[in-house]
């Protein structure tokens, strides 16, 4: 049994078949990609995975536990939290004032962003924020405006606000979409470093193979909402399935 499974889920949009009879288990502690061409399911799978859709068909569940129906806030409480394509931060907010704010969600169950001031001076929170920052070495930043940073440091920035909420689970939707090669490898080695140092599982979308391979221990292929190969990264590249469906390279 995995951290996340996913039995027999099927999703319709009128007429259109997004996801049929998808199967999938991620194990715990390992990095599990999910890729294929444009329309193959890949958003419609994540948002099933987070609650943001319910499947006409099958089940999701997360250690044990149905995630169908359930809030976005229940889900983040379940242990899952997700890195949408575009950063979601506060642009308006320093760095540090972005940290506090899930900070606070986790304490007293709820954002409130016009509570933030009266918690900016709470030790225990600073130091927490402090901590997370120096991991993903943004405590240099902490008084940066968020709007004016690179795609990059925004990735970077709200994968901390995740982190910080101590997840076990970690969706990310397309982390490098848009952004330069330099960022794009710098947050390959984020990723790879969360995955060493934290008890943490991670299933990611994402369309640019050097990524993928970069991270993945295990690679799901979609192709018309319907799962084509399962394997380990090794055995993608070259199986016939998947050349047929997918013409993505490593680079």
Not at 83 to 102: K, R
Not at 173 to 192: S, V
Request: with cysteine; charged share 25%; aromatic share 4%.
């Amino acid at each position: 049994m995995g951290i996340l499974e996913v039995k027999d889920v099927g999703k319709r949009f009128g007429g259109l078949k997004a996801l049929s009879d998808v199967n999938l288990s991620v194990k715990e502690n390992t990095c599990h990609a999910i890729i294929g061409p444009n329309g193959a399911g890949k958003s419609t799978l994540l948002n099933c995975l987070v609650g943001k859709l319910i499947p006409d068909t099958g089940s999701v569940m997360f250690q044990g536990q149905s995630v169908l129906g359930r809030s976005p806030h229940e889900i983040n409480q379940m242990g899952i939290s997700r890195v949408f394509q575009t950063p979601e931060i506060f642009g308006d907010l320093t760095v540090f004032e972005n940290m506090m704010i899930p900070l606070f969600a986790k304490r007293d169950g709820a954002y409130r962003l016009h509570a933030i001031e009266s918690v900016m001076n709470e030790k225990s929170l600073i130091e927490e924020a402090e901590k997370m920052l120096e991991e993903v070495n943004m405590l240099d930043k902490r008084h940066m405006h968020s709007a004016s940073m690179s795609r990059g440091d925004k990735r970077r920035l709200e994968m901390a606000m995740c982190l910080v909420q101590s997840p076990k689970l970690l969706l990310l939707d397309e982390p490098t979409a848009g952004m330069a090669r330099a960022d794009t490898n710098n947050t390959i080695d984020l990723l790879k470093q969360i995955k060493e140092e934290r008890d943490i599982t991670i299933a990611i979308i994402e369309h640019d193979m050097h990524v993928v391979f970069s991270l993945a221990d295990r690679i799901t292929v979609l192709a018309q909402g319907t799962p084509l190969v399962e394997d380990a990264p090794e055995n993608i590249k070259g199986h016939p399935k998947v050349q047929e469906a997918y013409l993505g390279e490593a680079h």
